[in-house]
């Protein structure tokens, strides 16, 4: 089954930047939607942004759209969220999921594979 292991989270300060990493392995078929959730302490878990890995489209959720950005990098089988611009309430647990299919999925029950999660911290 696939495998998702994040990293590059951290603590950083309001105004700064920092890229989440997906390494992706076990993987069968190139028909997959890579997403990236966060859930913030005491909150439910939100979509954050998708990526269909053969086609390329991504969907990326209002509140960070101009801030972050999905992608992807084949040769590295690695997705990637760009985050920039952080604010506090960007602050959550960040994790990387992975559904077969060629539909970009926002709902987390749709991916059955998930990472360990990685900690964002943006101070204020």
């Known amino acids: 089954q696939v495998q998702l292991v994040e990293s590059g989270g951290g603590l950083v300060q309001t105004g700064d930047s920092l890229r989440l990493s997906c390494a992706v392995s076990?993987?069968?078929?190139?028909?997959?939607?890579m997403g990236w959730f966060r859930q913030a302490l005491g909150k439910e878990r939100e979509f954050v942004a998708g990526?269909?890995?053969?086609?390329?489209?991504?969907a990326i959720v209002n509140s960070v759209k101009g801030r972050f950005t999905i992608s992807r990098d084949n040769a590295k089988n690695t997705v990637y969220l760009q985050m920039n611009s952080l604010k506090p309430e960007d602050t959550a647990i960040y994790y990387c999921?992975?559904?077969?299919?060629?539909?970009?999925?926002?709902?987390?029950?749709?991916?059955?594979?998930w990472g360990q999660g990685t900690q964002v911290t943006v101070s204020s």
């Open positions: 999921a992975a559904r077969y299919g060629s539909n970009l999925a926002l709902i987390g029950g749709d991916y059955p594979y």
């Open positions: 076990r993987r069968t078929s190139s028909n997959v939607i």
């Open positions: 990526v269909s890995w053969s086609a390329g489209n991504t």
